[in-house]
């Protein structure tokens, strides 16, 4: 089963905010619908820390995995 839209905006905030830590780019334009959404999930992880962001993100990636 694919994950929803909101499951892979939760994974690629967390991926970003391990792997680069607060967003340090302009919000994009308000015709860009998804580069919006990426940018205001990833900005809702703001000064999360790097280490506890991965953990996030591989406990809540394990979760979507289905056996």
Do not use: H
């Not at 967390?14 to 990426?38: E, H, I, M």
């Not at 809702?44 to 979760?63: G, L, P």
């Amino acid at each position: 089963m694919r994950p929803t839209d909101q499951e892979l905006l939760e994974l690629y905030a967390l991926y970003k905010q391990g792997t680069v830590g607060d967003v340090n780019t302009p919000c994009p334009s308000f015709f860009k619908v998804t580069g919006r959404k990426k940018w205001s999930a990833w900005e809702s992880k703001k000064d999360m820390d790097m280490k506890t962001a991965r953990e996030k993100y591989v406990e809540f990636a394990n979760t979507l995995v289905i056996f």
